[in-house]
């Protein structure tokens, strides 16, 4: 019998995170790309590994990530893996435990299968288009909550104050990990209400948290209230707000006079 694409995917991101976890734990060379992003060996042999492994396995997926080439041919493809090596490279070269290999298949412009793994936690999210979402096995679940008042969320402590917001927020919780797909996750599993950035953002940073919180109840959106899509030309993504239905309503309402390119 086939082996099932969560399956594949599910072992071969934590065998992944088991190369990043042992250069994490040792010296890493890190150098910055053409944009001034950092990017460390722990990146590319995290992409190596990836490569080799899922696309031996599914030599008809197309293959968007982070640390490849764009491969145009994944536009006209009924399957691709949307994959990000070290989500959080940051918190990575600071030795925080706040990064995820990240790795989504998407199929028509959705994510049908996700993992995104902390290596250093051994957070495993997982889920599958129908299936529920799960956490090292165990079935999880976003919050129930309704109002921000006191609220734990995801975001930056500097969009929070920002004078252009037209009314100040009420006290809340507030933390940012540099992992995107650790924050949706989180909120994913309860451990948060919310995640919010106002900053564009990869297909690759998205497409495995997505499916996660939507299956574990939640919602994920640009902070408009649009629908993300995945695998277009231009793999990237305006802004994006996770919640359970009730908050995510709230915060919708809330970001009506938001402003728009805050990180």
């Known amino acids: 019998?086939?082996?099932?694409?969560?399956?594949?995917?599910?072992?071969?991101?934590?065998?992944?995170?088991?190369?990043?976890?042992?250069?994490?734990?040792?010296?890493?060379?890190?150098?910055?790309?053409s944009d001034g992003s950092p990017v460390t060996e722990a990146d590319l042999a995290v992409n190596k590994y990836l490569s080799e492994h899922l696309r031996s396995a599914?030599?008809?997926?197309?293959?968007?990530?982070?640390?490849?080439?764009?491969?145009?041919?994944?536009?006209?493809?009924?399957?691709?893996?949307?994959?990000?090596?070290?989500?959080?490279?940051?918190?990575?070269?600071k030795r925080r435990p706040h990064f995820t290999v990240s790795v989504a298949v998407v199929e028509n412009g959705q994510p049908v299968t996700a993992c995104v793994y902390n290596p250093i936690t051994?957070?495993?999210?997982?889920?599958?288009?129908?299936?529920g979402a799960y956490l090292n096995g165990e079935r999880i679940h976003v919050t129930d909550r309704a109002e921000l008042d006191g609220c734990n969320i995801l975001i930056s402590k500097a969009s929070m104050v920002d004078p252009r917001w037209t009314a100040p927020w009420p006290e809340m919780?507030?933390?940012?990990?540099?992992?995107?797909?650790?924050?949706?996750?989180?909120?994913?599993?309860?451990?948060?209400?919310?995640?919010?950035?106002?900053?564009s953002l990869h297909d690759w940073d998205l497409a495995a948290c997505d499916l996660i919180v939507r299956e574990a109840g939640g919602l994920l959106t640009?902070?408009?209230?649009?629908?993300?899509?995945?695998?277009?030309?231009?793999?990237?993504?305006?802004?994006?707000?996770?919640?359970?239905?009730?908050l995510h309503a709230v915060l919708l309402s809330r970001l009506d006079n938001a402003p728009r390119s805050q990180p």
């Open 1 to 33: 019998m086939p082996e099932r694409d969560l399956d594949l995917v599910a072992t071969a991101v934590r065998e992944a995170g088991a190369i990043a976890r042992e250069i994490y734990a040792g010296h890493c060379k890190t150098w910055a790309k």
């Open 58 to 93: 599914r030599p008809d997926y197309a293959w968007l990530s982070e640390e490849s080439e764009d491969d145009r041919e994944r536009l006209t493809a009924s399957r691709v893996f949307v994959i990000d090596p070290i989500d959080g490279t940051l918190a990575f070269v």
């Open 222 to 246: 640009t902070i408009d209230g649009d629908a993300l899509v995945y695998n277009r030309e231009n793999a990237f993504q305006p802004s994006a707000m996770a919640a359970g239905p009730k």
């Open 122 to 131: 051994d957070e495993c999210y997982t889920a599958a288009a129908g299936e």
């Open 173 to 199: 919780h507030i933390e940012n990990p540099n992992s995107i797909a650790y924050r949706v996750a989180l909120v994913a599993a309860g451990k948060f209400d919310a995640g919010l950035t106002m900053a």
